[in-house]
């Protein structure tokens, strides 16, 4: 899994623990990347790396991730705490770093009994959910040296032809069959560009914030740390509230891009805006446009994995699944147009 002698000697080198490396024991994370548990001496650590075949950008995403986690070291943002990072790739092939672990669990692998149990302890716990971005986007990014960390100057301007570019470039697969049932997405993308907001205050953005990227304390609804930070940058923090409100279920427990059972209890949609309003000075008049725009971008990444699947490079009954939440997700964003 990971090369334990030369950890171990890059370790000594940072100042970071003493004696070997035991108890390795692998995480289970939202991606590919690789995420270790391990002891060494009286602490514990947690290992993140890219995959054991790891795309040419790599390594520059965990140097971002771990410059965004040392930025938020004394914020309220809950995260998990940064102890060492090493962006030379001579060391063991790759970036990596090293934080401290989280004590809480993953809402997207089930509920424990206390939070089960509690419709009131999950309600809190939406709301909780909603605090974690409205802090983020409270920061000030420049302070935290992080005023080179994304491109804020037309960053909303961006987003539609990005994304269709993508969508466009699945038809370079020719088994790929999906366009005809997503519907109209010429009509959701004019729909995003004449309705684009015109201007917003630049912020972080974690930019994939859902109940599966986050980890909530085993001894209540609070949130013990947002993980997952490779898609982190500098724009609009309201694409972070959109993203929340596109992957969130009904009121039913329906919709939205999982499940989490049982629901009940679980906050609205619009009591997680209203909640984000209270603690924020950002104006969320246009807060459907960045729902809208979360949904078109979602569906777009998720039809990425249908189109591979055709070409059978990905698992058929995965793109399969996965077109059906693109094609869900596309009929939620012209409901919400309406």
């Known amino acids: 899994m990971i090369d334990t002698a030369a950890l171990e000697t890059w370790m000594d080198a940072q100042g970071v623990g003493s004696g070997p490396i ?11 990347n690789i995420l270790l548990r391990f002891a060494r001496g009286a602490d514990s650590y947690v290992f993140r790396r890219p995959p054991a075949h790891p795309r040419p950008e790599s390594s520059e995403t965990m140097r971002r991730e771990a410059r965004i986690l040392g930025a938020l070291e004394g914020t309220a943002v809950p995260h998990p705490a940064l102890i060492a990072a090493c962006g030379d790739e001579a060391v063991m092939g790759t970036a990596f770093y090293l934080m401290a672990p989280v004590e809480g669990y993953n809402p997207a692998s089930g509920l424990p009994p206390l939070h089960a149990g509690s419709p009131d302890i999950r309600h809190r716990m939406g709301l909780a959910l909603v605090e974690g971005i409205a802090a983020l ?9 992080l005023a080179d960390f994304g491109k804020a100057e037309g960053y909303l301007a961006r987003q539609v032809a990005r994304w269709r570019r993508q969508l466009d470039g ?9 366009r005809a049932a997503l519907g109209d997405v010429d009509g959701v993308a004019a729909w995003l560009d004449a309705n684009m907001p015109e201007g917003f205050t630049p912020g972080i953005i974690h930019g994939d914030y859902h109940l599966a990227n986050v980890m909530v304390r085993n001894d209540g609804p609070e949130l013990a740390a947002i993980v997952d930070w490779e898609l982190a940058t500098i724009g609009d923090p309201l694409i972070d509230l959109g993203w929340l409100l596109a992957t969130w279920p009904e009121p039913d427990g329906s919709g939205g ?19 984000y309003a209270a603690r924020s000075t950002r104006d969320l008049s246009a807060i459907g446009w960045y729902r809208v725009l979360a949904a078109y971008k979602l569906a777009i990444l998720l039809e990425g994995t249908h189109a591979r699947a055709c070409a059978g490079k990905a698992p058929r009954e995965m793109g399969d699944r996965l077109h059906g939440r693109a094609v869900a997700l596309f009929g939620r964003a012209r409901g919400w147009m309406a």
């Open 137 to 145: 986007g409270a920061l000030d990014h420049v302070a935290l040296g």
């Open 22 to 32: 035991r108890d390795v024991v692998p995480l289970a994370g939202g991606t590919q």
């Open 257 to 275: 891009t999982m499940r989490i059972m049982p629901w009940e209890g679980f906050p609205t949609a619009d009591e997680l805006v209203a909640h």
């Open 170 to 178: 699945y038809a370079a697969t020719p088994e790929w069959d999906g």
